[in-house]
């Protein structure tokens, strides 16, 4: 059974930095798409980024592009979301998921459709 468990949210002010992470337990296969995902208030879900553990290849949504970086640490099963120049527009909570994928050619489409077998419980990023 996969779990994901979150760390690192807080709050921070505009042009600040935190490190999200998720540690990951219960799967062995080396083909899943690991993705953030955020959800402030009144707001839709929106994919973030994510990283294919069979090679790292990234996804990044164009409002974070430059500013986030998602990284993996295999060995340690987690993998992390550096957030830099933070906005007052990325104030929300964050979430971790994952699944399956064929491929690194699917995980930009699994992040625009945001469904994921497995999520964490969720963690608030406050920027002011």
């Known amino acids: 059974h996969v779990q994901l468990v979150e760390s690192g949210g807080g709050s921070v002010q505009a042009g600040g930095s935190l490190r999200l992470s998720c540690a990951v337990s219960?799967?062995?296969?080396?083909?899943?798409?690991m993705g953030w995902f955020r959800q402030a208030p009144g707001e839709e879900r929106e994919g973030v980024a994510a990283i294919f553990t069979g090679d790292s290849s990234t996804y990044y949504a164009d409002s974070v592009k430059g500013r986030f970086t998602i990284s993996l640490d295999n060995a340690e099963k987690t993998h992390y979301q550096q957030m830099d120049d933070l906005k007052p527009e990325d104030s929300a909570t964050y979430y971790c998921?994952?699944?399956?994928?064929?491929?690194?050619?699917?995980?930009?489409?699994?992040?625009?459709?945001?469904?994921?077998?497995?999520w964490g419980q969720g963690t608030q990023v406050t920027v002011s």
């Open positions: 998921a994952a699944d399956y994928a064929a491929s690194s050619a699917v995980i930009g489409s699994m992040m625009e459709r945001g469904r994921f077998s497995y």
């Open positions: 219960g799967y062995t296969l080396r083909s899943y798409c």
